[in-house]
């Protein structure tokens, strides 16, 4: 029987806004004849967004704490640095998995691929293309293949005469670039030699795969080219529109490289498509994608791997094929993804320890989906590390000189810098980019235990210590945050604005909103175009229930950034605790229009039109968000209760088994604003021997310390009382059974004034006005949950 | 004079490869590579035929 094919193309941080518009213009025929035969849509990238540990979870499914390759270079074990490779993948990759199931790949340039893998067809790596040593180019004549590049050996003997050498390039070939080139001085404007080199090593790869494309017999043919990303470093600051401190002259003369760059890579795409059959699988994805408008940085931090902060978050994927939808868009798709889809289009077992999903929505017709524990657990030989004779040290002097020229390490020959420095800040560094990797999961514990190690008070470095204080507010620490806030504001480590937000992040999860409030009004006095500090405030003032001063917030953010989905979301969620939930849904579905893989508005459309009784469309919105992700199990308890009204049996015990199996259980709470009333309903409930806690002496004596972690699953009494402000920092996984007892403001106040012996008649306006707010909240919070029986007592 | 390189474009029609390279031709990839690595060979011997002797 006829196997099908699957040609995967890569092309780092291609980006869908650029694409678009030059299919429109006809500029790019190939990726669109993929977008109008088959599927299309973003590809979330993972933080942090650096190539080589991107490129990895493409290829094993797997996020960096997983699979070992963290960041762009690695110990070498001699007490040196070599760039990251091959050596530190701990897990299978595609080809591996592809190799023991009899599959024939080629791979071309993967990074990192070096030193070249023994797998069952050819494994060019991504090394195969320097003309590098050291700083120096080596002249086309002393340019040799590097050992460990190629495999297997008898095929450098046919792929020897396509590599192109950046002196090759000639004039002709830089003129569709920048078509003024004649008139610069080569030699003077090193921009030139930049776009001579990418050009080849495209060139390279690209024949390269070509040429085993149509001499050697494969199965999966997998091209990776990483000049589409550098083209865009070097280059996208030139990009229309002209950006603020580009001279006129520049902005001439170099407008054209980014979309020269995307036009060569879907030329280089056609061919690829013509070498291929019918039956074969194309899918062109990218890792990340490129801020090409007005969301481009003024300037790149200079710290390690500082350039990252012009990627943008969602990459691209397309794909054609037999058995594959003609012309539809995919939803929800992750750079966790590739390697689950990729195997269920050969019908192979998807790992269940993959972070990944298959992405059954490109098929046609229903597609079943096998799985195994772990591919680690198969013991055949997928491919073994090539290990070159000897060790290569100008070809790492090579890579790494490659890294230092795009500014994401530094550069080890730097007059301040020790080897032995040198290679504890390379350590230190890939720990930062494993915590990353782990936060960004949500395991925010074992993010937090490497940031602590590696963090030196003695050389301190700002985004250690931020990552800290988000982790620390995360777990709940939030001592330790408070701690390592002063740090930074002694030293003077950060502008006061954002230490300030960092500070308002502490004071919140402390339940000290005004603080909050506070701290974010002085980073706004300061930095009053911040778009992030805007979200901050519109969020808080979300919170605190003051919904006009919110959508204010909100529409200076839209006047700055017409298309940030967040605002959009944030008048919603404002106009959603208004009870106005026709004007809410209007804008969550302006901020979907704008960012479509958006989870919580999609989640929030559908609890809007669930409250309006739309149930069909609630139900399509939640059903939206469960393809999204798996981590709202109030979206099922949801689904539950509109299945429930609809009387849809089948669906009721789908969702009732989802339910049972995130809930943590029931719990009885008491709640209402602190009065005798509610002191005497706890004395009666204890007398009559039920435990409850919450409070000691008086309610306002609280025994819970809500700085610890999930603090209330800890509780094992009958009941706890909470207090009104606290009630909404209660989650999903629960269901409640809350007794509300009914309570006024004056009986509030009475008490109050009773712990802190003020005369009785005294009355306090702004208290009184507190507490009003505090019900209001409630009331409105409670309202709005689908996993709470409310009893009024 | 250098005799003219002619290959097929992807269009299947006739293509005289320019010694200079063009995207088009490089985009074919292994033949195009090829092609343009000949022509450019010959024309610069062509150029400087006293130079390739010695």
């Known amino acids: 029987m006829k196997k099908n094919k699957v040609l995967l193309v890569g092309w780092d941080s291609a980006d869908w806004k650029i694409i678009d518009k030059l299919m429109a213009n006809g500029l790019m025929p190939a990726i669109k004849s993929i977008v109008e035969n088959g599927v299309r849509g973003k590809l979330a990238t993972i933080d942090p967004p650096l190539s080589p540990m991107l490129w990895t979870s493409m290829a094993t499914g797997v996020r960096p704490f997983d699979h070992g390759v963290l960041g762009f270079v690695e110990p070498d074990g001699k007490g040196g640095v070599r760039p990251v490779s091959s050596y530190s993948r701990k897990v299978k990759a595609i080809w591996n998995m592809l190799s023991i199931e009899g599959y024939k790949s080629n791979i071309v340039g993967w990074w990192p691929s070096n030193p070249v893998e023994s797998i069952n067809g050819c494994m060019v790596s991504n090394l195969f293309h320097q003309e590098k040593v050291g700083k120096d180019i080596v002249e086309i004549d002393e340019w040799k293949i590097a050992e460990g590049s190629v495999y297997p050996e008898r095929i450098i003997e046919k792929i020897k005469d396509l590599r192109v050498h950046p002196f090759e390039i000639t004039g002709n070939l830089i003129m569709p670039f920048v078509p003024q080139a004649v008139a610069l001085d080569k030699k003077q404007d090193k921009r030139l030699n930049v776009i001579a080199k990418l050009l080849a090593h495209a060139t390279t790869v690209h024949a390269t795969a070509t040429e085993l494309i149509t001499s050697e017999p494969w199965d999966f043919t997998a091209v990776y080219h990483d000049a589409m990303d550098h083209f865009s470093h070097a280059f996208m600051k030139y990009h229309p529109p002209q950006m603020k401190g580009i001279s006129d002259e520049a902005y001439d003369l170099f407008k054209d490289v980014v979309i020269g760059a995307y036009v060569y890579h879907d030329m280089m795409l056609d061919r690829l498509l013509k070498l291929v059959d019918d039956d074969t699988t194309v899918m062109v994805i990218s890792d990340h994608g490129f801020h090409s408008d007005h969301l481009r940085p003024t300037h790149v931090p200079q710290v390690p791997s500082g350039p990252a902060i012009e990627h943008a978050p969602y990459g691209i994927i397309a794909i054609k094929g037999p058995g594959i939808k003609k012309g539809e868009s995919i939803y929800g798709s992750s750079i966790l993804d590739i390697t689950p889809t990729l195997l269920s289009l050969y019908d192979l077992p998807v790992g269940r320890d993959m972070a990944g999903k298959p992405l059954v929505d490109i098929y046609e017709n229903e597609k079943e989906i096998k799985y195994i524990d772990s591919w680690e657990n198969r013991k055949e030989s997928g491919g073994e590390i090539v290990i070159p004779k000897e060790h290569d040290t100008d070809l790492n002097d090579t890579a790494l000189q490659q890294l230092i020229d795009l500014g994401y390490i530094e550069d080890l020959n730097a007059p301040h810098q020790e080897a032995e420095d040198y290679l504890k800040g390379i350590i230190n560094e890939n720990s930062f980019y494993l915590a990353k990797s782990y936060s960004t999961a949500a395991k925010y514990e074992e993010a937090l235990e490497i940031l602590l190690e590696i963090e030196n008070k003695a050389k301190p470095d700002f985004r250690i210590l931020i990552e800290i204080i988000n982790c620390s507010v995360k777990t709940k620490r939030f001592k330790l945050a408070e701690e390592y806030l002063t740090f930074v504001r002694k030293n003077k480590l950060m502008n006061d604005g954002y230490i300030n937000v960092l500070e308002s992040k502490v004071q919140l999860g402390l339940n000290n909103p005004k603080i909050a409030h506070k701290l974010l009004q002085n980073a706004l006095n300061e930095n009053p175009d911040a778009i992030e500090i805007l979200l901050d405030m519109g969020r808080l003032l979300n919170a605190m229930m003051d919904s006009n001063a919110s959508i204010k917030s909100f529409e200076l953010i839209i006047n700055k950034d017409p298309q940030n989905p967040y605002a959009y979301h944030g008048i919603g969620m404002a106009y959603f605790q208004l009870g106005q939930y026709d004007e809410a849904i209007s804008y969550f579905l302006d901020a979907i229009d704008r960012l479509y893989h958006y989870p919580l508005a999609h989640f929030h459309l559908g609890e809007a039109f669930a409250l309006m009784k739309m149930y069909e469309p609630a139900i399509k919105s939640f059903e939206v968000v469960e393809t999204m992700t798996q981590n709202i199990p109030k979206v099922y308890r949801w689904l539950l209760d509109l299945y429930e009204i609809l009387e849809n049996q089948e669906k009721i015990d789908r969702y009732r088994k989802l339910v049972d199996y995130f809930s943590r259980g029931q719990r009885k709470i008491i709640t209402g604003l602190a009065t005798e009333k509610v002191e005497h309903f706890v004395k009666d409930l204890r007398e009559s021997g039920k435990t409850v806690t919450g409070f000691n002496k008086h309610l306002y004596d609280f025994s819970i310390d809500l700085s610890s972690p999930n603090w209330l699953h800890q509780l094992d009494s009958d009941f706890v009382f909470i207090p009104l402000n606290y009630l909404k920092s209660q989650n999903g996984f629960n269901s409640y059974q809350i007794y509300f007892l009914e309570n006024t403001e004056e009986e509030a106040m009475k008490y109050i004034h009773k712990l802190n012996r003020i005369k009785e008649r005294t009355i306090d306006i702004g208290l009184l006005d507190d507490l009003k707010n505090q019900l209001l909240v409630a009331n409105s919070w409670i309202s709005q949950q689908p996993n709470i029986d409310l009893i009024r007592c | ?54």
């Open chain 2, 1 to 54: 004079m250098s005799k003219k390189h002619v290959i097929k474009n992807q269009k299947g029609e006739n293509y005289i490869v320019p010694p200079g390279g063009s995207l088009g031709l490089l985009a074919l990839g292994n033949v195009g590579v090829r092609a343009w690595k000949k022509a450019k060979k010959e024309w610069e011997e062509t150029q400087n035929p006293k130079l390739e002797k010695e």
